[in-house]
């Protein structure tokens, strides 16, 4: 049976190797060594403890990581999900909110051919913009918030910035692949064709030169927003395709509000 000292150095390397701090690796071998007092030296007795002391460990280490970090743990089945109807209030007051930016990019794409070629980075930052960085930094879009609902991960925390990329991630790759479609199309038609042609005239001479991969692309997206709504409708936390591949769920904002009172409210009391 190993020593003393041996095991409190094997306690040492595991601390480190779960990055421990100075004081968590102090208060495990006091643990430990009160565990060896109190067992007399019987080996089932010190490995018990010992597993109790790492237990309690942990415990404290996270409620420290967690007030350091200022989050809290919260009791997901106090939130409530967002259903349907909420989800899709949002969609459209987000339409509004980006109406007059969408009024300009159809003004520019009627005016210039190549609009969209000089506009497809702008497009592109603003997207991340709206779709990425508002939700990391306020837990939702506009539209969202003024419904009153939240994107969080899938245990009730806030999200960072890999949840939210990864969520506007399929909506990202559809849009620039149907942008580089569109340049690709008006690539090939000349400035008379294209100012001579009517609005609907000029939309099928597009699609006509178009590349060969987007009426594909049109189909797969077709799949994927129906896929979408049957996978939102069908489950019991109402998560979209696109919050499974982040590990997201969209909840009303008071229960989150209403949990986080509940658990300040523990860990004051704890």
Do not use: C
């Not at 390397?13 to 004081?23: C, G, R, Y």
């Not at 936390?237 to 229960?255: E, M, Y």
Request: hydrophobic share 40%; no cysteine; net charge positive.
């Amino acid at each position: 049976m190993p020593s003393d000292e041996e095991i409190v150095n094997l306690i040492k390397s595991a601390a480190h190797e779960d990055q421990f701090d100075k004081k968590s690796i102090e208060e495990l071998e006091s643990l430990y060594q009160q565990g060896s007092a109190l067992s007399n030296n019987k080996a089932f007795f010190k490995d018990l403890y010992l597993f109790e002391g790492v237990n309690q460990l942990k415990d404290k280490i996270e409620k420290r990581k967690n007030k350091q970090s200022g989050t809290l743990n919260f009791v997901t089945n106090e939130l409530r999900y967002a259903g349907f109807w909420p989800r899709l209030s949002s969609l459209l007051l987000d339409f509004l909110i980006q109406l007059p930016l969408i009024a300009i990019t159809f003004w520019g794409i009627e005016k210039y051919r190549l609009f969209n070629l000089y506009y497809i980075i702008p497009s592109t930052l603003f997207g991340l913009f709206y779709g990425v960085y508002l939700v990391r930094r306020y837990s939702g879009t506009p539209g969202k918030l003024i419904v009153g609902i939240s994107i969080r991960k899938s245990g009730g925390e806030p999200v960072g910035y890999r949840e939210a990329f990864l969520r506007y991630l399929p909506e990202f790759i559809f849009g620039l692949l149907i942008i580089l479609s569109f340049i690709i199309s008006t690539l090939h038609m000349s400035d008379a064709e294209y100012y001579a042609l009517s609005f609907i005239d000029r939309s099928k001479r597009i699609n006509e030169l178009a590349p060969f991969w987007s009426k594909p692309l049109n189909i797969v997206q077709e799949i994927w927003v129906w896929g979408e709504l049957i996978v939102l409708l069908t489950n019991r936390k109402r998560r979209a395709l696109h919050d499974f591949i982040a590990g997201t769920v969209v909840v009303h904002r008071k229960t989150v509000e209403k949990t986080l009172q509940t658990s300040t409210l523990s860990e004051s009391v704890n």
